[in-house]
């Protein structure tokens, strides 16, 4: 049975940066994994894709082929009431949204630090992790 892993869209930019990271081998090369982004995260990286000039065909090629969307179909002012415990930045609290409605196994972003990782553990039992952690631990396994 795959893992379930939410993909924050920083992981998701440095992918399309980077063809020899960690971010890069864990979305294109790496099986048994289940991955996860949300409606909002979506209309993030279609900004941030276009202010970084990256290819947004790249990104669509990526997400059609390798996520399932999670639809988020509250306001973000809900979304960020509900869920405003579990995050430092209150502007991702619709990623913390995203994971729990995915029923995700693991949260995977470079930003841990904007994250309660106990809180996330302890309610969602959802495990906070950087790509090259996740990438390790599906190695040892």
């Not at 992918?15 to 994994?33: C, D, K, P, V, Y």
């Not at 979506?42 to 990256?54: G, Y």
């Not at 065909?57 to 509250?74: E, P, T």
């Amino acid at each position: 049975m795959p893992l379930k892993v939410f993909v924050d869209s920083d992981v998701i930019i440095s992918s399309l940066i980077s063809s020899t990271g960690a971010a890069f081998l864990l979305l294109n090369q790496t099986g048994g994994l289940q991955s996860f982004v949300s409606n909002v995260s979506l209309q993030e990286l279609k900004t941030v894709v276009a202010r970084l000039n990256l290819s947004e065909i790249k990104l669509n090629n990526l997400v059609a082929n390798n996520f399932s969307i999670v639809q988020l179909n509250r306001s973000l002012e809900e979304i960020k009431s509900e869920f405003s415990g579990y995050v430092l930045d209150i502007n991702d609290a619709h990623i913390v949204a995203g994971a729990q409605s995915a029923s995700a196994q693991f949260l995977i972003s470079y930003n841990t630090k904007h994250f309660k990782a106990d809180k996330l553990k302890e309610k969602f039992n959802i495990i906070l992790t950087t790509p090259a952690n996740l990438l390790q631990y599906l190695r040892s396994v």
